[in-house]
């Protein structure tokens, strides 16, 4: 028989609320029973009871305050602690700021003919970081787009390689300052290669290899009538600045200021809906020089034509008022075209009416003759015994031609150009060679010998001019006819100048003054003046220089013009060759005024090493004298003399 089940036991109800009792402790839950083994006597199966997931859920909740705290840190870092340099970094991203080049200041002449200009051009530059493997999907796209580009702008394929690969870059400049044709071809060009990648687009997304490439406005410096006047003007460099002559000297007036745009970009391009910040260039001012373009014309073309018959090295003219001191013209040759520098010669793209020291030679006898009747040492009418051999200190002095002892007056002297007639002279300055080499250094000095033009111009030489305690022993007696001491054209042309504006040195001047961004006209400081010696000395010295020109004995009679009289003097001086140091060929120069009774226009040329023909400067330059003087009488309107020139005597009979 089975056995009989234990009778259940009754478990009684917890108490009610509100019974009026205490609330009974629950009674504890009965044991459960064993669980009954199967009848066939196997072990019954184990129960699998989960964990708890509290600690879990502990440990994930923990795990996710830590990443958001992490987070929290991060973001307040970047939005408040840092928040400023990351947003420099993002502007710096998107933002781009280039440059907004001014507007170059024009030159021209007196009548306001432009000189030199600026047209519009175009600064080629480049994206560096479009040129990127990542970004162009090309390997090797700085290397394609520069064999592509340097046939257009003329420059080396490596150069412009290596800025197109500028590393962390956004900008690069390739070429400043190319014609709106250069660009032209660019822009076609980047249109057919874009046409093709669109057309040939491949899975990896490849551009045009010259999508990085773009234009900003730009100007060129223009010179509209070539070669002319470049002398004066010079010219500007690649980086835009003036590189020599005006150009350099007024860099800064004529630069003006440039601006600055920052703008929005993607992909390169501006964002048009964008922001920008702008601050405008400021134009730079215009310069209106002395010179007269049509004289300079002149001057140049005889200048040339006359350096190229003779065969010489160069050669200069300048022509001055003799009034205010204002160049005219002041022309060199060879010469060369600012606008194509490349074909220049380096040795032409001076001013060398400024730049070279050479010695005068008897064009100086002015001076020399100015002191003598300053100091009443002598009057045009002194008797004045010329042999044909002079020795003093350990040289003999000669004319430049031999001759019998001549007999000349003062006026004689400068006549024939005698060397030893002015030695004889200027001895006359002092009771002593030391004293008179004094007084001669004093006058000497007061012309502008020595020192700086007063044009300020750049590269311009001083000359050299010896202290007289200095002077070798044959110095004293060279330099008053003009050897030993050095100047270059403009100081010459200045001494004829001083002459015919009775004896008064006015600094020469270049310009006239300036047109600011105002359109506003600042006119130049007066020149510095300087008397020099009197007037009555100076009215003298033309007189007898008109005895050069008007008699028969002068040396400079290929320089008389129709209708108008002449005052000038001839030089022909040895000529220190600058590469050996030692004397050798000739400086043949003219200078002087007109009209000689009432002066108004200076002329001076000097012509260095002619080797075919004559050297003398009565016979090379007295004819460019005269047609550099004739156009500019007739250009001004200057009107004929009307007296007949003071016939002073050039010879004496002996005995007399």
């Not at 394609?144 to 590393?167: R, S, V």
């Not at 400049?173 to 660019?186: G, S, Y």
Request: with cysteine; glycine share 10%; proline share 8%.
């Amino acid at each position: 028989m089975p056995p009989k089940e234990p009778p259940r036991r009754r478990v009684p109800n917890p108490a009610r609320s509100g019974s009026g009792g205490r609330p009974r402790t629950p009674p504890r839950p009965a044991a459960r029973p064993a669980p009954r083994r199967p009848r066939n006597g196997s072990r019954a199966p184990r129960r699998i009871q989960l964990g708890s997931p509290r600690p879990r859920l502990r440990l994930v909740g923990l795990g996710l305050t830590l990443v958001m705290l992490v987070f929290v840190v991060r973001l307040l870092q970047v939005q408040a602690v840092d928040a400023s340099a990351y947003a420099a970094k993002a502007e710096k991203s998107r933002y781009l700021s280039h440059t907004i080049a001014a507007e170059r200041g024009q030159i021209t002449d007196r009548s306001g003919v432009a000189l030199a200009t600026s047209d519009d051009a175009y600064d080629i530059t480049a994206d560096p970081s479009m040129f990127t493997p990542d970004f162009s999907k090309i390997r090797d796209a700085p290397e394609q787009a520069a064999a592509l580009l340097a046939p257009i702008l003329g420059a080396d394929t490596g150069e412009l390689a290596k800025k197109l690969k500028t590393p962390k870059s956004r900008y690069a400049v390739l070429a400043r300052r190319q014609t709106p044709q250069v660009w032209n071809q660019i822009k076609d060009l980047k249109r057919v290669l874009a046409e093709k990648a669109s057309k040939e687009k491949s899975a990896d997304g490849a551009v045009s290899v010259l999508a990085g490439v773009f234009q900003e406005t730009s100007s060129k410096r223009v010179y509209p009538n070539g070669d002319l006047a470049a002398g004066i003007l010079g010219y500007v460099n690649a980086a835009g600045r003036g590189g020599g002559g005006i150009e350099s000297m007024l860099d800064k007036e004529l630069a003006g200021e440039d601006g600055k745009v920052t703008y929005a970009q993607s992909g390169g391009r501006r964002v048009p809906t964008a922001s920008s910040r702008e601050t405008p260039a400021v134009p730079g001012s215009d310069i209106e020089l002395t010179i007269d373009r049509d004289i300079q014309w002149a001057a140049q073309q005889a200048i040339a034509d006359q350096v190229k018959q003779s065969k010489a090295d160069r050669g200069y003219v300048v022509v001055q008022n003799t009034r205010t001191g204002e160049v005219l013209a002041m022309a060199n040759a060879p010469g060369f075209d600012p606008n194509d520098l490349a074909q220049a010669n380096s040795a032409s793209m001076g001013n060398a009416a400024l730049q070279d020291a050479y010695e005068p030679g008897s064009t100086a006898k002015v001076m020399s003759m100015a002191a003598v009747l300053e100091e009443e040492a002598a009057t045009p009418g002194t008797h004045v015994v010329v042999p044909n051999r002079l020795h003093r200190g350990d040289r003999l002095f000669k004319d430049d031609i031999d001759h019998p002892t001549w007999y000349l007056t003062l006026n004689g002297v400068l006549a024939k150009s005698s060397n030893i007639g002015t030695i004889l002279a200027t001895g006359q300055l002092g009771k002593t060679q030391p004293e008179a080499n004094k007084v001669l250094h004093s006058y000497l000095d007061k012309f502008g010998i020595g020192q700086p033009t007063g044009l300020g111009y750049p590269g311009e030489t001083r000359g050299i001019l010896a202290p007289p305690k200095d002077w070798s022993t044959s110095q004293q007696y060279t330099i008053p006819f003009g050897q030993g001491l050095s100047l270059n054209a403009m100081q010459a042309a200045s001494v004829y100048s001083t002459i015919a504006n009775g004896g008064v040195r006015i600094e020469p001047t270049l310009i006239r003054g300036t047109n600011g961004p105002d359109d506003r006209f600042t006119a130049a400081p007066a020149p510095k003046k300087t008397r020099v010696v009197s007037e009555k000395t100076a009215k003298t010295v033309a007189t007898m220089m008109e005895s050069v020109v008007a008699d028969v004995e002068g040396t400079g009679t290929k320089a008389q013009i129709p209708g108008y009289r002449i005052a000038g003097k001839t030089g022909t001086a040895n000529r220190v060759d600058p590469k050996l140091g030692v004397y050798k060929g000739y400086t043949a120069s003219f200078a002087g005024f007109a009209p000689a009774d009432d002066p108004q226009i200076t002329v001076y040329c000097a012509i260095q090493n002619p080797t075919s023909g004559s050297y003398f400067g009565g016979q090379i330059c007295g004819p460019i004298y005269k047609k550099v003087m004739e156009f500019a009488l007739k250009t001004l309107r200057v009107e004929p003399t009307g007296s007949k020139p003071a016939r002073l005597p050039v010879s004496f009979k002996p005995g007399e």
